[in-house]
């Protein structure tokens, strides 16, 4: 039977709403933040992807969450940059799966940690291809750059879903 067949018809039902609602948060959040507490957050994940685009030779500078290039190359790192959403998305989506506590807090740092990674090196990845070819950089941003942020939430998901299923397996057995 499928991951998804072993569920109650309640867990089925939390599960769709925390999708529903993982997805409205992602395509209604305004493009732009309006909470300043986020700040320390897009300064941060700008300081780390300045810190990877000059360990791979780049020479970019930051003033706050903006990094920028002697080519004139710029680029803002704002909330909806910084893996804030993914990890959200799979947070929520980890906490609405049946496991253990256990196993949910082993997840949730294991998945904020993975998301972040792939996020600093897809940021690292759109800058340099914006430094280099100007041109691609909305290709690489909006759809390269996406893809691959989707892709890793979906791998997250998928092995969550396969560590609870093995997680309920053992306990029955």
């Known amino acids: ?3 998804a067949g072993e569920l109650s018809r309640a867990a089925r039902v939390r599960l769709t709403l925390v ?15 309006f909470l300043p507490a986020l700040l320390p957050l897009d300064v941060g994940t700008a300081q780390v992807t300045t810190a990877v685009l000059r360990w791979c030779g780049l020479d970019v500078w930051r003033e706050g969450p903006v990094l920028r290039h002697a080519s004139g190359f710029s680029c803002e790192i ?12 799979a947070v929520a989506m980890i906490a609405a799966w049946p496991a253990t506590a256990r196993l949910r807090w082993k997840s949730v740092v294991l998945a904020v940690t993975v998301l972040w990674t792939v996020n600093i090196v897809r940021l690292a990845g759109v800058i340099a291809v914006g430094i ?3 041109s691609a950089f909305g290709l690489a ?15 997250v998901w ?3 879903m396969r560590a609870a299923a093995g997680e ?3 306990s029955v057995a």
Do not use: I, K, S
């Not at 941003?141 to 791998?155: N, W």
């Open 168 to 170: 309920a397996r053992r």
């Open 78 to 89: 704002y909330y909806r940059c910084t893996g804030l959403l993914q990890a959200g998305f």
């Open 141 to 155: 941003h909006d759809v390269v750059g996406e893809a691959a942020t989707v892709l890793a939430v979906l791998a």
């Open 158 to 160: 998928v092995a969550w």
């Open 132 to 134: 280099q070819r100007p």
């Open 1 to 3: 039977m499928g991951l």
């Open 19 to 33: 999708a529903v609602a993982c997805a409205a948060v992602v395509a209604f959040a305004p493009h732009r933040t």
